[in-house]
C-alpha cells in the first residue's frame, strides 16, 4: 500500500497559478499510473488528471486542458500538477491517487489540499 501526501493548495485569485505536489512512500510509486482528482463542496469527486508509469502519457478532463499540467519525478516519488489560469470552478480539495496495477483501479489516495480560488 502507498501513502501518499499532498502539498501545496493555498488560496489564489483567478487567473493566478499553482503547483500541487504529492509525495509517496511505500508501494512501488515508478511503477504506477498516478491521477489527480478534485472534489468541490456538494459534488462527487471528479478526474482531473493522470500520467503513466514513464511520465509519456497524460489525460485531463475537457475542463482543464489546456491550463492544467500533471508531470512525475520518479526520483523523487513524487507526482505534480501544474495549474494555471485558475478559476473560481476550480475551488475544491485535490487529492492525488494511485492506481492498483492489478486491479486498475485507484486504491490508495491522499488526504487532499485545498485550493481556493477567488474571483
Known amino acids: 500500500q502507498m501513502q501518499l501526501v499532498e502539498s501545496g493548495g493555498s488560496v489564489v485569485q483567478a487567473g493566478g497559478s499553482l503547483r500541487l505536489s504529492c509525495t509517496a512512500s511505500g508501494g512501488s510509486f515508478s511503477l504506477s499510473v498516478m491521477g489527480w482528482f478534485r472534489q468541490a463542496p456538494g459534488k462527487e469527486r471528479e478526474f482531473v488528471a493522470s500520467?503513466?508509469?514513464?511520465?509519456?502519457?497524460?489525460n485531463y478532463t475537457d475542463s482543464v486542458k489546456g491550463r492544467f499540467t500533471i508531470s512525475r519525478d520518479n526520483a523523487k516519488n513524487t507526482v505534480y500538477l501544474q495549474m494555471n489560469n485558475l478559476q473560481p470552478e476550480d475551488t475544491a480539495v485535490y487529492y492525488c491517487?494511485?492506481?492498483?496495477?492489478?486491479?486498475?483501479?485507484?486504491?490508495?489516495w491522499g488526504q487532499g489540499t485545498q485550493v481556493t480560488v477567488s474571483s
Open positions: 491517487a494511485a492506481e492498483n496495477r492489478r486491479t486498475s483501479r485507484y486504491d490508495d
Open positions: 500520467v503513466s508509469w514513464t511520465g509519456a502519457i497524460t
